[in-house]
């Protein structure tokens, strides 16, 4: 049994009868998690590359967001960046957190799941409750750890 976001491959050679009969065993463990890293809220707080240029790294959550955000955060300067940076405390920092990133990434990755106004809609969506706004972060998160 391998570890969550490892895949393992066997390849088995075997020699033809007429010769020896032994068997070459060839493994392979791939950390495919690894692979994946690159559009987390850690990743792209971490100044690894370039934003995109619609999403400017001091842009603020209330300007992306909406005005939603800034009457839930209560913070009109905060910034995508700093959202990234926060602590998940609750369902509410989970969603800012997890939408700031799924931003990012619906602007920069080619084939994300989420179109940049998808994002913002089920941000504002799941404003309702602590619970909805956790559920929606599960979604953002899974998301963002599953594209490339």
Same mark, same amino acid.
């Given at each position: 049994?391998?570890?969550?976001?490892?895949?393992?491959?066997? $390849?088995?050679? &075997?020699?033809?009868? !007429?010769?020896?009969?032994? #068997?070459?065993? +060839?493994?392979?463990?791939?950390?495919?998690? *690894?692979?994946?890293?690159?559009?987390?809220?850690?990743?792209?707080?971490?100044?690894?590359?370039?934003?995109?240029?619609?999403?400017?790294?001091?842009? $603020?959550?209330? &300007?992306?967001?909406? !005005?939603?955000?800034?009457? #839930?955060?209560? +913070?009109?300067?905060?910034?995508?960046?700093? *959202?990234?940076?926060?602590?998940?405390?609750?369902?509410?920092?989970?969603?800012?957190?997890?939408?700031?990133?799924?931003?990012?990434?619906?602007?920069?990755?080619?084939?994300?799941?989420?179109?940049?106004?998808?994002?913002?809609?089920?941000?504002?969506?799941?404003?309702?409750?602590?619970? *909805?706004?956790?559920?929606?972060?599960?979604?953002?998160?899974?998301?963002?750890?599953?594209?490339?």
């Amino acid at each position: 049994m391998m570890a969550p976001g490892f895949a393992y491959t066997r $390849t088995t050679l &075997k020699t033809p009868a !007429s010769t020896t009969n032994m #068997a070459t065993h +060839h493994h392979t463990i791939q950390n495919t998690t *690894a692979a994946k890293v690159k559009c987390t809220a850690q990743y792209w707080s971490e100044g690894k590359e370039t934003w995109p240029r619609m999403l400017p790294v001091g842009s $603020t959550v209330s &300007k992306l967001l909406g !005005s939603g955000a800034l009457e #839930a955060y209560g +913070h009109s300067e905060l910034t995508v960046l700093d *959202a990234m940076r926060m602590e998940e405390r609750d369902g509410y920092s989970s969603l800012l957190k997890q939408s700031s990133a799924a931003l990012v990434n619906a602007y920069s990755r080619e084939g994300f799941p989420y179109s940049p106004w998808r994002v913002k809609t089920l941000f504002i969506e799941s404003l309702v409750s602590q619970q *909805a706004a956790a559920a929606q972060a599960a979604k953002f998160r899974s998301a963002n750890e599953a594209c490339s």
